[in-house]
């Protein structure tokens, strides 16, 4: 598994990911997406229905999962 740091607009696509060389720092508008740990399909994550249902449940509870990482709310 890898890291994609989300960098496009439909969080659906794997070409909006940018592979990653370990975990990145997600700072920017909270709680949005901001990286996933996935299988890595030749710098493009795999998108299967498990990261993309951990996607839904990590925005819809506002709260980072063990492969789906928001960005941070500020202090």
């Not at 070409?15 to 909270?30: E, K």
Request: net charge negative.
């Amino acid at each position: 598994m890898a890291w994609f740091s989300f960098t496009g607009s439909d969080p659906a696509d794997p070409a909006d990911y940018t592979l990653s060389g370990s975990q990145p720092s997600c700072t920017g508008t909270p709680q949005q997406l901001c990286a996933i740990q996935a299988t890595n399909d030749g710098g493009h994550p795999d998108l299967d229905t498990n990261i993309l249902s951990e996607m839904v449940q990590a925005l819809n509870n506002q709260a980072n999962t063990t492969n789906v990482k928001l960005k941070v709310r500020p202090a």
